[in-house]
């Protein structure tokens, strides 16, 4: 018989997952948030401490509990709220424009061109 952890590695979307764990969950939220959930469920794993020993029915029942939670964050919050990846960690996922890059591109859009 497969380890969970064999078997966990033959998932590859957030709906798989979901459903190995037996999670019902809104299409909705997993069709927006299925990246996020399955990083924010990776790095409940990482900060979570005694995994390592456990036997495969208490492995099983508390991955089950950190994607659950994973998955809970974004039916109440956004991906911009809880700031998973970086784009959302650095500058409060907004971007910024040097004032003298635009000056600049103004300057040689003014240009006349070489035909």
Known sequence: MDSLIQRL???SSA?????FFGIAYDER???VN?????KRFYQYLHKTEGLAGLEDV???RRY????????QDFTTSTAQQEKVFKVFQDAQGTQH???????QSLTERRLPRAA
């Open 97 to 103: 424009v040097q004032l003298q890059s635009l000056r």
């Open 34 to 38: 299925r990246l996020h959930i399955l």
């Open 58 to 60: 208490e492995l099983f």
């Open 9 to 11: 590695k033959a998932l």
């Open 15 to 19: 709906e798989d997952f979901l459903l």
């Open 29 to 31: 939220v997993v069709h």
């Open 64 to 71: 089950r509990e950190l994607l659950t939670r994973a998955y």
